[in-house]
């Protein structure tokens, strides 16, 4: 049973006064599992030890809020959150003479998971695993329940509508269990509750008027649970102070609104940290702050039917700030020719299925210095040779044509800026109308084979050429394409003889570079001239 000294179920004002609850809590909890006992409020404070212990509650009282706590120490408060109560579990009631002891070792009796109340006077109930109802439906010392505590909540679900009829005096309410994940119903009308402490549970969910119906109500504690977005709550007392830390907010939604949100209604908010993938470790206003700032530069003439979001931040070098990036999408959008702006940071752009006819705008355009992957598919592009010993194209990450009116590509500059380009990731060139000429083919078939895991739809691509017979296109796989398939017999003869004559000037080239070297090896060792230069006049 608890002791008869009250503690405080209410938020704590900064979080060192979290901290300095859970590690008394934590301290408790050990002296019971000794003793059978629990301690009274000054004996717990004389219980604290250990250096983990000692290290956070020093940092955590020393620190306030706003500072820069390292998150491990943040979450080893928060996300442990336990009503005081819930530490003390009392010892069972001792058997009565008709009831046989059960023997050391063997499973607990099925009393031992039913619910059980203890009420201390003055006004206060703890239940564990759930409420008694007998006991407050038959009266007594029960009906002057005033601040009631649930610990090991057994159910998925609490419905608030039981206070109405079990304890309609209550003034302040504190569930905590893991089991727990959703409010049946809203909070009916409870003239005289004014503290709610909701923690340590896996609710993930509540509506906008969950508490609408608290007249009287001044805290609101959700900390420690899963929640992963809310909406403004409505309340009907002039002010509430709502803790929301520790929970699994998803940044990826939108929760703009805690910016607009100046009454600091909602306490801790600066210290609410994001736990989707995409933003976890961040800090909520933060992602909020920079979504705001995109969502107001996505309003430019130039991108007004565009939708833009931020993909990451990346945190700075020094650890210090952020840097977000951020995608812009304006596919679909009847664009002729890239956008003159985009919002800064832009890393990503995806403008496919639109109307372009060139490229121009990634080179000469500094809003597209930060862009590295953007996505040109099924536009109306002809060629990319302005991209020819660029920055741009010594930068990209992704580059995707997929579905232009491309025929020819210059491959050997395409080549040297993938060689000179540490980030390059993926090329896409399928579904273009590449033109099977002799000389061409064979180049880009051996440019697809030697980056074929760069080039992702390598296996896609095809070439054409015009049939002699029925003047038709033919296509064939470049991967897979001869000289024999695509030359004719004065081409194909043609590039023979060319790569005859090259062979040979190579050739040559060898054995006049190995002479001199000769003739400067024996001219060093014995001082003689070549026999050549002797001879000439």
Request: charged content about 20%; some cysteine; hydrophobic content about 35%.
């Amino acid at each position: 049973m608890a002791t008869d000294t009250p503690t405080r179920a209410t938020p704590p004002d900064s979080l060192s006064s979290t901290a300095v609850r859970f590690v008394c809590n934590v301290s408790s909890l050990s002296d019971t599992g000794i003793t059978g006992q629990p301690t009274n409020n000054d004996d717990r404070a004389t219980t604290i030890s250990g250096p983990l212990v000692m290290l956070v509650f020093t940092l955590l009282t020393v620190v306030p809020v706003s500072a820069q706590l390292p998150l491990s120490l943040q979450n080893l408060v928060v996300e442990n959150v336990a009503v005081g109560e819930c530490a003390f579990r009392p010892a069972p009631p001792p058997p009565s003479q008709h009831q046989a002891v059960s023997p050391a070792g063997s499973a607990p009796s099925s009393s031992s998971t039913r619910p059980a109340c203890y009420f201390t006077p003055p006004n206060r109930t703890v239940c564990f695993r759930g409420i008694e109802t007998k006991r407050f439906q038959a009266g007594g010392k029960f009906n002057l329940t005033r601040w009631l505590i649930l610990c090991d909540w057994p159910l998925r679900s609490f419905d608030p509508l039981v206070l109405s009829r079990l304890v309609p005096r209550i003034e302040r309410l504190a569930v905590t269990g893991r089991v727990l994940q959703r409010l049946a119903h809203d909070f009916p009308a409870l003239p005289y509750l004014r503290m709610v402490n909701i923690t340590g549970t896996r609710l993930n969910h509540t509506g906008v008027n969950a508490f609408y119906e608290l007249e009287r109500l001044q805290v609101l504690n959700l900390r420690g649970n899963e929640l992963e977005q809310i909406q403004p709550y409505r309340f009907r007392s002039g002010h509430v102070e709502v803790y929301l830390q520790g929970n699994l907010w998803n940044c990826t939604n939108d929760m703009i609104w805690l910016l607009k949100e100046q009454s600091r209604q909602y306490v801790d908010k600066p210290t609410l940290v994001c736990k989707d993938w995409k933003y976890t470790g961040r800090p909520v206003m933060t992602a909020m702050e920079y979504k705001r700032v995109v969502r107001e530069s996505c309003l430019h003439e130039e991108i007004w039917n565009c939708s833009c979001h931020v993909s990451y931040l990346r945190l700075s070098e020094n650890g210090l700030s952020f840097h977000p990036m951020i995608m812009v999408n304006c596919s679909d959008r009847g664009f002729y020719q890239l956008p003159q702006y985009l919002p800064g940071n832009t890393t990503v752009l995806h403008i496919a299925r639109n109307k372009l006819q060139s490229v121009d705008s990634l080179t000469t355009n500094e809003h597209y210095q930060s862009v590295q992957d953007i996505y040109l598919d099924e536009n109306r592009i002809t060629t990319i040779d302005i991209l020819e010993d660029t920055i741009w194209l010594d930068n990209f990450r992704i580059l995707s044509l997929r579905g232009n009116r491309l025929n020819r590509i210059r491959v050997y500059s395409v080549e040297h800026a993938i060689e000179r380009n540490p980030g390059v990731g993926k090329l896409y060139l399928s579904n273009n109308p590449w033109r099977c000429g002799c000389r061409f083919a064979i180049r880009f078939q051996r440019f697809l084979r030697k980056h074929e895991s760069l080039v992702a739809d390598s296996r896609n691509i095809t070439c054409y050429f015009i049939n002699d017979d029925d003047g038709r296109k033919q296509y064939l796989p470049v991967l897979t394409v001869t000289p024999n398939d695509i030359c004719r017999p004065s081409e194909h003869n043609t590039a023979a003889f060319y790569n005859t004559l090259s062979i040979i000037f190579a050739s040559l080239i060898v054995l006049i570079f190995t002479k001199l070297a000769y003739d400067y090896y024996h001219y060093r060792k014995y001082g003689k001239l070549p026999w050549l230069i002797m001879k000439m006049p």
